[in-house]
């Protein structure tokens, strides 16, 4: 039996096939995503601002934007951070540039900033433990250009990140106002150096907890995350060292778990901490833990109860 050979497909048919283009708003809706994470990852596909993608929404999408979205937009509901995928996060009002080797920062940790900027002294020594990308201690030059501050960070990566955070948001005067160092909590300290107030984000998730396997944190480095069975002993590290290089009547501040305060507290009254209290962050969790070194009795800069009035 011999079979005809197929026809010769009429001109155009191939091209007809194609879905017809989808315009912005066709793209947000038919995503999947929240509508202000598509936003988010339409404008960073486009280069276009956001007012522009709602003045143009029902306009036609070309097929590489689309593609681009569509990519992003797979990764997002995959579970990869809206944060890495565009690039940064928004810290006290500062854009911060931001990748997988650093921690994404987080609402809650801008309290130390605020303990921070009323209870250091002018032009006091100030040591950021862990600096990520730079959130803190830049934060920190921002609201106060009179504190000289030093941050350190293990992670190389991690500074190359926080320096240009400084340098994109804190201008010409980057360059004198932030002591980067590389090296692991106290190895960064000199022998006998000296701080009005050292803060620290620590890791301080416990290893084997179920959360580092869900959501965001599948995606951030674990060596920022998790710190052994109980996730304190980076913590354990920080408070044991920290006597040796506070000025009397300095502060150490922790940011840690909502279940660890009282393990913080306990801590830092067996290092001779006094003054030793915990702050809620704005969900009424516990969330940083702070203590004066070797206070003498009528030492002036005691804290107010910040959260408690």
Known sequence: ??????????????????????????????????????????????GRPREWLIAHGDEAVDAAVADRFDDLAARRRAGEPIAYLTGYREFRDLRFEVSPAVLIPRPETEGLVDLIGELAPPAARVLDLGTGSGAIA???????????????????????????????????????????????????????????VIVSNPPYIAERDAHLTRGDLRFEPRQALAAGTDGLDDLRRIVAGAPAHLTEGGWLLLEHGWDQAGAVRAL?????????????????????????????????GRLPDPGLE
């Open 1 to 46: 039996m011999s079979i005809a050979p197929d026809a010769p497909s009429p001109p155009g048919d191939a091209q007809d096939a194609r879905p017809p283009a989808r315009s912005f708003d066709q793209l947000i809706a038919g995503c999947g995503l929240p509508r202000l994470e598509a936003r988010a990852l339409l404008t960073l596909a486009t």
């Open 138 to 196: 830049v934060a920190l030059a921002h609201a106060r250009p009179d504190l000289r501050l030093v941050a350190s960070d293990r992670s190389a990566a991690a500074l190359a990140i926080a320096r240009r955070n400084a340098a994109a948001l804190l201008g010409p005067r980057a360059g004198g106002t932030i002591d980067w160092r590389e090296g692991s909590w106290w190895a960064v300290a000199g022998a006998g150096e000296r701080f009005q």
């Open 268 to 300: 830092m009254d067996d290092a001779g901490f006094t003054d030793v209290r915990t702050v809620p962050d704005a969900q009424h969790h516990d969330r940083i833990t702070l203590g004066m070194a070797h206070a003498r009795a009528g030492d002036g």
